[in-house]
């Protein structure tokens, strides 16, 4: 079991920054694959940007240049920095640890993005 505990989350005006951080309980952090996702009121969740186990990196196309991922393996953390922050970027964004066939969820961190 890894329980995962996000934090960062608030109100930005667009243009604005944030940046959430997401910290594991496992000691085995460095072989979790890690990702953020978010999700909108009435819509799917979807991935927002990934680091894998490699340090393999991958973000959705809509917020290239804007996010950057990034992990600690010795804090067990891993993080999103969120510039140029646009009112549609307002989401809940949950923190995701995956190990082949096992994968984990954090709570959630509300961010809203005010035009």
């Known amino acids: 079991q890894v329980q995962l505990v996000e934090s960062g989350g608030g109100w930005v005006q667009a243009g604005g920054s944030l940046r959430l951080s997401c910290t594991a309980s496992?000691?085995?952090?460095?072989?979790?694959?890690m990702g953020w996702y978010r999700q909108a009121p009435g819509k799917q969740r979807e991935l927002v940007a990934a680091?894998?186990?490699?340090?393999?990196?991958e973000y959705a196309d809509s917020v290239k240049g804007r996010f950057t991922i990034s992990r600690d393996n010795a804090k067990n953390t891993v993080s999103l920095q969120m510039n140029s922050l646009k009112p549609e970027d307002t989401a809940v964004y949950y923190c995701?640890?995956?190990?082949?066939?096992?994968?984990?969820w954090g709570q959630g961190t509300q961010v809203t993005v005010s035009s």
């Open positions: 680091i894998d186990s490699g340090g393999r990196i």
């Open positions: 496992r000691s085995s952090f460095s072989i979790l694959d």
């Open positions: 995701n640890a995956a190990l082949r066939s096992y994968s984990s």
